[in-house]
Nanobody, 114 residues
Framework: QVQLVESGGGLVRPGGSLRLSCAVS????????MAWYRQSPGKERESVAR???????VYSAPVQGRFGIFRDNAKNTVYLQMNRLKPGDTAVYYC????????WGQGTQVTVSS
């Protein structure tokens, strides 16, 4: 059973930075795509950033230029570097992976507030 475990969430002031981690229970190179999603109260879950096995990345418009997705294959971990955070970035952030099936982590809360 594939397991994805997120960490790194917390409370940060506007303009600050956080780095989320997603530790995967098996080799991340076996997944065709990995991504970060987020969900705010009352809103649908939305894609934030995704990366293919070839390294191509795509970002949603609200985070383009502020967030970066990258991976460490040796650690089987995918990261989301979040810079210049805004209150609108407040959400539960989920790690997602795909290789024929969809796999989700349990989520980590990010709160951006002064």
């Amino acid at each position: 059973q594939v397991q994805l475990v997120e960490s790194g969430g917390g409370l940060v002031r506007p303009g600050g930075s956080l780095r989320l981690s997603c530790a995967v229970s098996e080799s991340i190179s076996s997944f065709s795509t990995m991504a970060w999603y987020r969900q705010s109260p009352g809103k649908e879950r939305e894609s934030v950033a995704r990366m293919t096995s070839g390294g191509a990345t795509v970002y949603s418009a609200p985070v383009q230029g502020r967030f970066g997705i990258f991976r460490d294959n040796a650690k089987n971990t995918v990261y989301l570097q979040m810079n210049r955070l805004k209150p609108g970035d407040t959400a539960v952030y989920y790690c997602w992976a795909y290789k024929g099936e969809h796999y989700w982590g349990q989520g980590t809360q990010v709160t951006v507030s002064s």
